[in-house]
């Protein structure tokens, strides 16, 4: 599994250099885990790549899909030796108003990976910044409105991503004094009812083995092996769970 996910990682950083460095990735924000594993040299490795944007998500996509197979395609052959394809994701999982996915696939010898790329929208009360990584400049939210974006996941997901939790609890420090405040102007921006906001936090506090045996996955599959036996030393998924927690806790409003 590390080895596959290494494999990911290398594609994923050219791929995202590669939107960077295009016309096409002007004002497209990265955000998510790779995110934090490219730039916040995270110890999580992540399947997709998702960007924040502003405006027309399906326009967006389809700039993106274009520029898969003018660009991404034949660079990422050049540079690792893998033959690639690109789609657009269709059905069920590809409804969502507020998401759309490009696929791409690479294949070489009896590695086959996927990684999606994910266009969606967050709610941001920051001017975006810029990061760098091998000298390729990143434009990103900031530090909070990205720790922020993750509490919201948690509570706003139809299906919980655990690895959210993950994040949390390697970056909750981002957290800010005053996001609190900030969570509630979020959260009344989305039109996110309280009561789903109360029956998401009574899930995970009354559902605790079964929240904390997926974050266990995420630690045994997703990060780094050195990590993963130091987190497991020091309680594994239940510890991160009630750090999460306490930390999602902490914040959200009333």
């Known amino acids: 599994m590390q080895t596959n996910s290494q494999e990911t990682d290398k594609l994923q950083r050219v791929v995202a250099r590669l939107v960077a460095t295009s016309p096409v990735g002007v004002n497209l924000l ?6 934090y594993r490219l730039l ?6 992540s399947v997709d790549i998702d960007y924040h ?8 996509q389809q700039e993106l899909l274009a520029l898969c197979r003018r660009v991404i395609l034949s660079q990422v052959r050049r540079e690792l030796g893998y033959e690639g394809s690109v789609s657009v994701r269709t059905g069920p999982d590809a409804d969502s108003p507020n998401a759309r996915f490009v696929d791409l696939r690479f294949w070489k010898c009896n590695t086959h990976i996927e ?5 969606t929208q967050i709610v ?8 760098t990584a091998g000298g390729t400049v990143h434009p990103t939210p900031s530090d909070a409105d ?12 139809i299906f919980l991503q655990h690895r959210d939790l993950v994040d949390i609890f390697l970056y909750g420090d ?17 039109e996110l009812r309280p009561e789903m906001v109360a029956q998401r936090l009574k899930d995970l506090q009354e559902n605790r083995e079964y929240h904390a045996t997926a974050i266990q996955k995420v630690i045994d599959q997703q990060m780094d092996p050195t990590v993963a036996q130091q987190m497991n030393s020091g309680g594994g998924g ?7 927690l306490n930390l999602i806790l902490k914040v959200c409003p009333p």
């Open 30 to 35: 990265l955000i998510g885990g790779f995110r």
């Open 40 to 45: 916040d040299n995270s110890q999580r490795f």
């Open 53 to 60: 944007w502003g405006g027309d998500l399906e326009a967006k």
């Open 115 to 119: 990684i999606p790329l994910e266009v």
């Open 124 to 131: 941001c009360l920051d001017p975006s910044i810029i990061r």
């Open 146 to 157: 990205l720790i922020e974006s993750k509490v919201i996941a948690v509570l706003n997901r």
């Open 174 to 190: 981002k957290l800010r004094p005053d996001s609190p405040a900030r969570l509630k102007q979020k959260l009344a921006k989305m």
């Open 238 to 244: 239940r510890a991160v769970l009630d750090s999460a």
